[in-house]
């Protein structure tokens, strides 16, 4: 059974940075593409950022480029979500998912094409 467990949100003012942690309990977490997803009120679940199974390649929402850096720890089986020049329209629900192919070439986009999910953390920037 697959358990990822985010960390890391809180409450942060506009400009600020946090970084989350996704924890993932799979064994072969390293066949894995990961991404990281997030959700507002009343809004779609939309890609934010997904890092490859090797780490070689990476993709970001436009909205989120050159702020955001996604990375993963492929020995301790953790991805990571380092948010810099947080701006309001960031507040939403951060999910870190698992792509359901090992070893797929490129990033996908759709929440369809992932199959494992955790709980959530909130990030809240204020203005």
């Known amino acids: 059974q697959v358990q990822l467990v985010e960390s890391g949100g809180g409450l942060v003012q506009a400009g600020g940075s946090l970084r989350l942690s996704c924890a993932a309990s799979?064994?072969?977490?390293?066949?894995?593409?990961m991404g990281w997803f997030r959700q507002a009120p009343g809004k779609e679940r939309g890609f934010v950022a997904g890092?490859?199974?090797?780490?070689?390649?990476?993709e970001y929402a436009d909205s989120v480029k050159g702020r955001f850096t996604i990375s993963r720890d492929n020995v301790n089986h953790v991805v990571y979500l380092q948010m810099n020049n947080l701006k309001p329209e960031d507040t939403a629900t951060y999910y870190c998912?698992?792509?359901?192919?090992?070893?797929?070439?490129?990033?996908?986009?759709?929440?369809?094409?992932?199959?494992?999910w955790g709980q959530g953390t909130q990030v809240t920037v204020s203005s």
């Open positions: 998912a698992k792509d359901r192919q090992e070893f797929r070439g490129g990033i996908r986009l759709s929440p369809a094409e992932y199959d494992d």
């Open positions: 890092v490859g199974w090797s780490s070689r390649e990476s």
């Open positions: 799979v064994r072969t977490f390293s066949n894995y593409n």
